[in-house]
């Protein structure tokens, strides 16, 4: 049973700082890309980035304009976003996921962690 628990969330300034953690188990983490996704208030959930599943590829929405950075330790089973210049519209709960294809092979099983909240007001 597939299994993410994020964590780093948090309340913080404009500009500021902070470092989102996702724990993942119940899949060979290592083989698959993975995504940080955010829903905001009233939003749909929204790709933020991926990242291939040896880490040597990454790809970021237009929204984060240079400001995240996802990483990724397969010895620990964890993904992470380091987001800096953080922004109020940036406000939301973020998740992490294994890619789309990982789901392909295991139709009717999507799941979601909890997420951790992201909030960014002055």
């Known amino acids: 049973q597939v299994q993410l628990v994020e964590s780093g969330g948090g309340l913080v300034h404009p500009g500021g700082s902070l470092r989102l953690s996702c724990a993942a188990s119940?899949?060979?983490?290592?083989?698959?890309?993975m995504n940080w996704y955010r829903q905001g208030p009233g939003k749909e959930r929204e790709l933020v980035a991926g990242?291939?599943?040896?880490?040597?590829?990454?790809n970021y929405a237009d929204f984060v304009e240079g400001r995240f950075t996802i990483s990724r330790d397969n010895a620990k089973n964890t993904v992470y976003l380091q987001m800096n210049s953080l922004k109020p519209e940036d406000t939301a709960v973020y998740y992490c996921?294994?890619?789309?294809?990982?789901?392909?092979?295991?139709?009717?099983?999507?799941?979601w962690g909890q997420g951790t909240q992201v909030t960014v007001s002055p």
């Open positions: 119940g899949f060979t983490f290592g083989f698959y890309d």
């Open positions: 990242i291939t599943s040896g880490g040597g590829r990454t």
């Open positions: 996921n294994a890619d789309e294809f990982f789901w392909t092979l295991n139709p009717g099983t999507k799941s």
